[in-house]
């Protein structure tokens, strides 16, 4: 049974950092997408980062382009988010995702990403 777990969520002033961890389970996925997303309150879930299986490629939101940063360490099956500068815009719940294969599918689409966690909060308070 395939398990996307996140961690690493809380509350930071702005201007603060945060890093979250998604450990994945029951297989593995250094070849695939993995990407996060976001959902904040009354807003649809956005996309944030990806990183691409095989051959690593990351892909970022303009919205945290230069403060976010996307990377894998395959040994640990796990994918880190690491947020810096963050703004009170940041707050919302973050999702970490992956693709079932390395179709070459949307990796900005949701809809593409077959696994999901449950989501860790992180609150930026201004």
């Known amino acids: 049974q395939v398990q996307l777990v996140e961690s690493g969520g809380g509350l930071v002033q702005a201007g603060g950092s945060l890093r979250l961890s998604c450990a994945a389970s029951?297989?593995?996925?250094?070849?695939?997408?993995m990407g996060w997303f976001r959902q904040a309150p009354g807003k649809e879930r956005e996309f944030v980062a990806t990183?691409?299986?095989?051959?690593?490629?990351?892909y970022y939101s303009d919205s945290v382009k230069g403060r976010f940063a996307i990377s894998r360490d395959s040994a640990k099956n796990t994918v880190y988010l690491q947020m810096l500068r963050l703004k009170p815009e940041d707050t919302a719940v973050y999702y970490c995702?992956?693709?079932?294969?390395?179709?070459?599918?949307?990796?900005?689409?949701?809809?593409?990403?077959?696994?999901w966690g449950q989501g860790t909060q992180v609150t930026v308070s201004s």
């Open positions: 995702a992956a693709q079932r294969s390395s179709s070459g599918a949307d990796y900005f689409d949701e809809r593409t990403y077959d696994y």
């Open positions: 029951g297989r593995t996925f250094s070849s695939v997408a």
């Open positions: 990183i691409t299986g095989s051959v690593t490629y990351t």
